[in-house]
């Protein structure tokens, strides 16, 4: 341990040496429904519900103690099968929440085609940001995801977010399923015009606007 109390390990890179990639966001990324296993699922909600056990707990000296010689144990294993983001099961494992990638707020698309995406997310204690309510970055990351995903579908290209505006309309709150709406507003050459809404039942809870670039083959 450093002074400074961080964790003097290696940086998590699952690089590859030969990087194939053609840039940006993947349209071919090496999706899947069963990298990992059949429980690969069951061990993202693990790891989802230790975030928010994590977030809400008020352990002794004793079990932190405790908790930093078992986790170090659990990052050896982890450790030990790191790969590179495109074959890595998270954010691959389309049958998942969010692709079984724990960075997202977990959501399940009920549809996605090209004129927009209708999802379900519902944020927890992990995602608190004060008095029972969302983090606001939160929402945004759900927006951003869900908007990528809806410019992707619309041109079958790899894009990334240009602007992302977040307009938070009312207090989003947690253990509570929530409807993301997303649509396309208008398609301008490599430019994606995008829109949604987060709702609580009737209410709105936030709303974004953004612009995604379809990128150009090669760029970053
Ligand atoms: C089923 C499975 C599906 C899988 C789905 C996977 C989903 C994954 C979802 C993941 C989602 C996560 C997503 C993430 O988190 S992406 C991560 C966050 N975003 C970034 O890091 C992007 C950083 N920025 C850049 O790389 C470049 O600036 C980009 C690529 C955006 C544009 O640089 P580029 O050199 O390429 O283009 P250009 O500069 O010639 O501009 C082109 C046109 O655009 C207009 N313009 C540009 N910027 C702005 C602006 N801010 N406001 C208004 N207009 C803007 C510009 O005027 C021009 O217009 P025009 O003069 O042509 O009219």
């Known amino acids: 341990m450093s002074i400074d109390g961080t964790s003097e390990s290696a940086p998590v890179?699952?690089?590859?040496?030969?990087?194939?990639?053609?840039?940006?966001?993947?349209?071919?990324?090496?999706?899947?429904?069963?990298?990992?296993?059949?429980?690969?699922?069951?061990?993202?909600?693990?790891?989802?519900?230790?975030?928010?056990?994590a977030r809400a707990a008020f352990p002794s000296e004793?079990?932190?103690?405790?908790l930093i010689d078992e986790l170090t144990v659990v990052n050896a294993k982890l450790a030990a099968v790191e790969i590179n983001e495109w074959e890595s099961p998270s954010g691959t494992r389309i049958d998942l929440p969010a692709r079984g990638n724990i960075t997202?707020?977990?959501?399940?698309?009920?549809?996605?085609?090209?004129?927009?995406?209708?999802?379900?997310?519902?944020?927890?204690?992990?995602?608190?940001?004060?008095n029972n309510a969302a983090h606001g970055g939160f929402i945004c990351t759900a927006f951003d995801d869900l908007l990528g995903m809806t410019s992707a579908l619309a041109t079958g290209k790899v894009t990334r977010t240009a602007y992302l505006t977040v307009n938070y309309r009312s207090i989003t709150p947690l253990n509570t399923e929530l409807t993301v709406s997303t649509s396309i507003?208008?398609?301008?050459?490599?430019?994606?015009?995008?829109?949604?809404?987060m709702k609580d039942g009737e209410r709105l809870c936030a709303e974004a606007d953004g612009l995604f670039i379809a990128l150009n083959p090669g760029q970053p």
């Open 13 to 53: 890179t699952g690089e590859r040496t030969e990087d194939a990639h053609e840039g940006g966001f993947r349209t071919d990324m090496m999706i899947s429904v069963d990298r990992g296993g059949p429980r690969y699922g069951e061990f993202i909600e693990k790891v989802r519900e230790f975030m928010d056990r």
């Open 62 to 66: 004793e079990l932190v103690d405790e």
């Open 104 to 130: 997202l707020p977990p959501y399940l698309v009920d549809k996605a085609g090209d004129d927009g995406v209708q999802a379900r997310v519902t944020f927890t204690r992990f995602h608190l940001g004060g």
């Open 185 to 197: 507003v208008r398609l301008e050459g490599r430019k994606i015009f995008v829109a949604a809404t």
